[in-house]
């Protein structure tokens, strides 16, 4: 695929990172020369130095014969500009920008296809917010993902000695929930379970399920677990976009404390937020924590604009009592410091973005997919065309379907329904079938299985 | 194959990718065709691209989308100089596209057409003889000549 990235800020340094690979063409637009020579260095890649929403950088850029544009510069107004120009001028198929102002969200037929040609909005604020949504309704989770906007879910769980289902039989674990384990990864390796599997201390387990499943399992597994109520007191560090975006997000559900250092910063936030108490002061003030009742909070979540801060602050509530901790961080080297600091999850917006557009990075209709296990497995959401006689999956069974190795049918959404996976079920043309792949070299493979014939229509 | 015409066919044409592909042949099939909006003709063959490649295999690419409002289906074929990327099921390149643009309101009535079309396009004698003519008045011939 020709890709063309707009941006070599820390977005787009990620997402061309993340984007290399034999079968992608890459070339990335900004006006910074040195940023471009330090990617130039160490990726292999074309870069163009200019202004991202000018007809004449794109041309030289490859507009003209590019697939793909993302457009992830500092500016919303430069992203906008250059889908509509990749759109009008050059018919680029598929037009994706990051858009940070929650101001042009509130316009829906604004991004329509005659106005802001734009295919996929990504906002890192939200995405963020939703993510650590997920985290509080399953703190115990390794990683909580979503398809079909919601309808279902899987969840990665690290099985311990002290933990239930160890030493079981999977179809004896919980056999009133409707969930599937879809994977294993048991020393590394990963396997396709079935019912005689017997869970083993260590294994690293993929549920998938609907919301109600997952609460379920929950419920199970924080029993199993000390120290694991649910989360009720939460408190934020860091009162900027992300912080205001969570806070009203949690203000409804939860007992909500943000700390916000600039006065000014912090008086707005007071204003604009219902239900959320905000205090003026610094994180990093160990007074000020101890005085809040940080060994009482459940959740300390620090998302300022520095990561260093994050870090540190994260580290300081968690060693005066803070039941769990989230820092965000910007790149992921931090992903093994953070480690070793007992923070226990870290937020990394660019790695929350990207994964926001996988499903438009797979040949076929994806609808979502997600990285999992550190990006050695991937979970996609396939969407179903074609009929008997045009798709090799359409009227089978899924014990009819012969899927690659190390894959496995999770569930499929059939409108508002998850239906599990079950060998007599049958594929329909519309369905949202969720696959877990668990070895990445198989993608192909996976791909090749729902494209229809060509001559379908 | 009644719904090309002569001056739809195109040879030995110098392109270098799929957009660059599809784009030429919208080109070809709102020639004639001044009611034919080439924005929509690309975005809904952009569309049935992303629900999977047209490629056929032996280097040919049967491209095609639904528009509605249309009469009957309009069809337009091109030859490249050289093979083009396409993501076909057999990984080779392209270097022959038959494009099509059907009624949406047909509702599968042209389907066991196209079907029937594409078996005999991507036979290997049948595509090495289209690559070897470089006259579209003779490609043209070829492609409408009855079974």
Known sequence: MKIIILGAGQFGTSLAASLISETNDINVVDLNAAKLDTLQERYDLRTVRGNASHPSVLDRAGASTADMMIAVTNSDETNMLACQIGYTLFHISTKIARVRSSEYFSYKNLFAQEALPVDLLISPESLVAEYVERIIAFPEAQQIVGFAGG??????????????????????????????????????????????????????????????????????????????????????????????????????????????????????????????????????????????????????????????????????????????????????????????????????????????????????????????????????????????????????????????????????????????????????????????????????????????????? | MPWLKPDRVRCEVPLSSKKQLLEALVKLLITDNPGMDPNAVLNCMYARERVSSTGLCNGVALPHGQLPNQEHPVAAFIQLTKGINYDAPDGRQVDLAFAMVIPTEANGEYQVCLSGFGDKLRNADFSARLRSIKDPAHIYTLLTAPE
């Open chain 1, 151 to 457: 309808r279902a879910q899987m969840v990665s769980l690290r099985c311990t000695t002290a933990y239930g289902p160890v030493g079981r039989k999977l179809s004896s674990w919980l056999p009133d929930v409707d969930y599937r384990c879809t994977a294993i990864f048991r020393n590394k390796e990963s396997m396709v379970p079935n019912g005689d599997t017997v869970i083993q201390a260590g294994d690293e387990m993929f549920l998938l399920g609907d919301p109600q499943a997952m609460r379920q399992i929950r419920a199970e597994f924080s029993e199993a677990q000390q120290n694991s109520r649910s989360i009720r007191r939460i408190v934020l560090a860091g009162g900027g976009n992300i912080g205001k975006r969570l806070a009203s997000h949690l203000g409804n559900d939860y007992h909500v404390k943000l700390i916000e250092i600039n006065p000014e910063q912090a008086r707005q936030a007071s204003e604009e937020l219902n239900n959320v108490i905000v205090l003026q002061g610094s994180a990093t003030d160990r007074e000020l924590l101890i005085n809040e009742n940080i060994d009482q909070t459940d959740l300390f979540c620090a998302v300022t604009e520095s990561e260093e801060t994050n870090l540190v602050t994260a580290m300081l509530a968690k060693e005066l009592g803070a039941t769990r901790t989230i820092a965000l961080v910007n790149s992921p080297a931090f992903a093994e410091i953070a480690n070793r600091l007992h923070i226990d999850k870290l937020i990394i917006p660019t790695q929350i973005s990207i994964s926001a557009m996988l499903g438009y990075l797979h040949r076929g209709d994806v609808a979502v997919a997600h990285f999992l296990h550190g990006g050695t497995a991937e979970a996609l959401e396939a969407v179903i065309h074609g009929d008997h006689d045009s798709s090799r999956v359409v009227g089978r069974t899924l014990a009819e379907i012969e899927l690659p190795k190390h894959t496995s049918i999770g569930a499929i959404v059939r409108g508002q329904n998850v239906l599990i996976a079950h060998h007599d079920l049958q594929i329909q043309t519309g369905d949202h079938v969720i696959v877990l792949v668990s070895d990445k070299h198989e993608i192909p493979a996976v791909e090749s299985l729902f494209r229809v014939a060509a001559t379908y229509i």
